[in-house]
């Protein structure tokens, strides 16, 4: 049987009826692995042995001979390495903290009992303080889609995992968005429990009144499976909690004003966002909402005094051995030391006070559904700008654990460079299963496209452009696009917004395209560049024509032709034309 991506329902059940073996699958699950290590060997800090796998798998068969039936029956699986599992070191990404534990955290026990095969440590950004999957000694796992990107961090090595197929299910945690961030650049569902529901005993601290852990899957069903394993009151946590259930019709659905939407200059973002609000809105009433309160809660984690709950968990390392730190965490969490007790204080009032707010909130929307992140960045420009750049990325996703919200992030949607783009849906504490309800529900209605292939061997970087003139197929200029193997998208219409002029006095005839609010749509070819292609063919567009960004009919943004207002002296408007061609052929 082809193994590859299938669920763990599938293999469980192809276990539990004696379909397959245990030890048939783990020997599957590691060649896989040996075979994505040529790729990506970062994404493990540690991995089991074959004979400790095979031990394992054995056991797990021995079970079902006996006649058990087991909801996880051979299942492979992933731990970040933040959490405790016996046999293994647990570093947090950090060689001079590491240990070895002798138990096993109790929710990581919970899966082993219902007969899942843990198969290795996943690598995260140490002590799992960033959401960009760049701060490990261990190395830097990349995006699946394309390595040139960033994987989103904490829980980097853990998304890859899933993402790759490697295993069929990923523990991460999720303190600031650790869970959901990874989760929305690799096409997959990142599920963050209620704090509380699933035990966090044996979890290295990062804030620990904050910290959740949290689940990679590729589907709703598997996230929810895994929570029905994982879920249980945990005497030995002091923050565990047997949360009653509450219940969710997301008829009114929360979003931010479009004036507090920060894209940070990624029009795809945007596009694939408002997309997924109308779809969301076929259905429920789309409710604009004021955040600047959730961002104020937010602020209070990385600009306020919970810096200093992330310095407490690292004190003695900071004093023994701070050089043992990578540099930008270090940075982030040192200066939590001098926090004093009256500013934390002062902290938690407030916080006291938002979570009113919050509480107000939930009077008026059932739900929220925010973008995960705005943007995704290069692993290049993270390394550039670690702190600016990482802390864009949790403009949507820091206030959650904050104000005790439940939340689990969906795919919405690929950037033309194959990364993901994700919506998280976000409800108060214990709305866990409607919160799955609502994000399958969802999910059935987006008629999303299928997730693009894996990169394997570095993903070349291309940039679509919008052509309305002599470039179009078949017009005088157009060889300047073949000789660059520029690769025809598609033919398309704007958004009705913009006018289109012919120029006078242009040899070849050329058109102009013009951005207006009485304005039309007009018919365009779009065409794929790599990006040395779309450089240099940039630089031979003659004034007063330019390349800027235009809106497709369909609310996305390509790069293409628009002029400067010099382009309309003397020009013919020819906009209820539609387009060039009609214009050629008119003339």
Known sequence: ????????????????????????????????????????????ISRASPERVAEAARAVDARIAEGETLPLAGVPFAVKDNIDVAGFETTAGCPAFSYTPDTTAPAVARLLDAGAICVGKTNLDQFATGLVGTRSPYGIPRNAYNLAYVSGGSSSGSAVAVAAGLVAFALGT???????????????????????????????????????????????SEARLVDQIMAGFDPQDAYSRALPTRELTPKRIGVPRPDQRGWFGDGQSEALYSRALETLGRDAEICELDIAFLNEAASLLYSGPWVAERAAALAPLLAANPEAIDATVRAVVAPGLDISAVELFNGIYRLAELQRDAEEMWVSVDMLAFPTTGTTYRVAELQAAPVALNSNLGLYTNFVNLLDMAAIAVPAGARAN????????IGPAGSDSGLMDAAESYLAKADLPARPPLDLEGRMETVKLAVVGAHLKDMPLHWQ???????????????PAYRLYAMADSTPPKPALVHS???????????????AAFGSFVAEVPAPLAIGTVTLEDGSNVKGFVAEPRATAGAEDITELGGWRAYIART
């Open 1 to 44: 049987m082809d193994l590859a991506r299938q669920s763990a329902k599938m293999i469980a059940a192809a276990v539990n009826t004696g379909q397959a073996s245990a030890l048939a699958i783990a020997e599957a699950t590691l060649a896989r692995i040996d075979a994505y290590d040529e790729i990506q060997p970062q994404v493990w």
């Open 174 to 220: 999720d303190t600031a968005g650790s869970g959901r961030v990874p989760a929305a650049f690799n096409h997959l569902v990142g599920y963050k429990p209620s704090k509380g529901r699933w035990s966090t005993t044996g979890l290295v601290p990062a804030c620990r009144t904050l910290d959740c852990i949290s689940v990679f899957t590729d589907d709703i």
């Open 418 to 425: 194959g990364t993901g783009f994700g919506i998280t849906l």
């Open 481 to 495: 696009l073949t000789s660059r193997d520029a690769r025809f998208v598609g033919a398309f219409d704007t958004a």
């Open 517 to 531: 609010e009485d304005g039309a749509a007009i018919a365009v070819e779009v065409y794929e560049l790599d990006v």
